[in-house]
RNA sequence: CGGGGUGUAGCGCAGCCUGGUAGCGCACUUGGUUUGGGACCAAGGGGCCGUAGGUUCGAAUCCUACCACCCCGACCA
């Protein structure tokens, strides 16, 4: 694709209500367009990045059981005013009425929306364990939105609801969204650590958010240093196995700040592995039991005993994850930002020399750019007029992790292969393929 | 919701104090010269000055109200 046929509005100053990194790229390159406070357009750079984190989160749901479903962005009141949370839920719940004055609202969230679609379905303990995610748009009307995309009002999250018998069985079913949250971060080029949490209106006592270590994070946390090295890689989806994860992670102290305490931080972390930073929420998974099942009723018959089914739900922000993988990975010293692999907007960017008179490095461009499509590799070419640096420019800006550069340095068939924030080599095209196809697979 | 601030071209800003019908940089268009880390020359186009009302011969500028957005705090994927 021409990047001059792109919709990729480029604008060479920050905007003024810009204040953390990802904010400022994102308005800089044209992935979002605000609209008003707190609520954003994606434009198609951004939409491709979000797209693909949402498909690979889907992958990881999917590979330990869950099942996708949709449910509305808007709910009737009545499941609200059954759990309680409609008195509870505040002034951040956007409260609407439809024509005939009935009290709608547009969900913060699902646990009464999927309580009352499991309790109308299911009446046998047989049925059990079901484990149902959906991934849709969700609205909180924040005090204070900030930060762009970070901290809106309407986002896109990938929420999950398990429903067990009993409460053994439900921490099974926590365990395997434990480890799929594990393995969906990693796959997004993130190490996200694990860590005991506050509940908040959710409600519950077992609890854990996912947080990756960045400066501009609004979650103050305290971990140890050797809660990196634990490796789930040989964990299976096995109750004891699964179980054993978890109790890896728990051997460290790893606590946001509403649950930090300083002695017992102090005595069980020896200073040398002590974390004491800022972090970024990606993730967050709750154990509830019968909170919501209980007073709305969702029972199965279990040897002819009403039993309230014990739930758990699992969030993933996705629209968040999108700041927060250039808040992870922007690098500061040199400026650049570099997507990872497995979400960036496109694979390789061609950068040729262009004049009026002479269009021949375009054609070139554009047999490249040919064989790299057959090869499954996205590419866009910049066929702009445009001086060459301010080309290399605009694209250290955007971060796609590859650039292949062709003007007064080729050689023959040889081009100039950079890699955003490393080094250039001169190669071949089919090489230059090899390079990107190896990259894609880690 | 408390405190502070800002609304002037797509983005960044000046002009407002001291009223006379809008300007700069970038971006954009056309032509030309260029081409290795955001080039140069020339000629252009683009603005209900957030909205409404008021004062005045005359309002971007003064007054009032409203709206929007941003920042700092208390809450959250």
Redesign the pocket.
Known sequence: MFFSKLFIP????????A?IKSHQLMLRVGMIK?S???IYSWLPLGFKVMKKIEQIVREEQDRVGVQEILMPTIQSSEIWKESGRYEDYGE?MLRIKDRQNREMLYGPTNEELVTEIFRSSFKSYKSLPQLLYHIQWKF?D??????GIM???E?Y?KDAYSFDLTDEDAKFSYNKFFLSYLKTFKRLNLSAIPMAADT???GGNLSH?FIILADTG?SKIYTDKRIFDVDSSKTILDKVSLSLLRKQYEKFYSVTDEKFNKDEFEKSVPEEFRVNTKGI????IFYFGDKYSKPMNAAVDFNGKKEFVKMGSY?I?V??LVGAIIEAKYNDKDGIMKWPMSVTPYDCAIIP????NDKSNLEKSIKIYDFLKSKNIETIIDDA??????K???F??IGIPYQL?I????EGNLY?F?EIDGE?QKLKVEDIASQIIKAKQN
């Open positions: 480029i604008l060479k100053n920050n905007p003024s209500e204040k605000q008003s406070a707190g951040e909180r924040e005090l204070r939105p900030r930060f901290r809106c009002r986002f999250m908040g209106p959710i958010e609004e929420e990606v993730g967050h969030g922000g629209s968040r020399m262009i004049n009026k007029d445009e001086n060459i640096s301010a290399i420019k605009k250290n800006l550069i003007g007064s340095k080729s100039e950079h250039t």
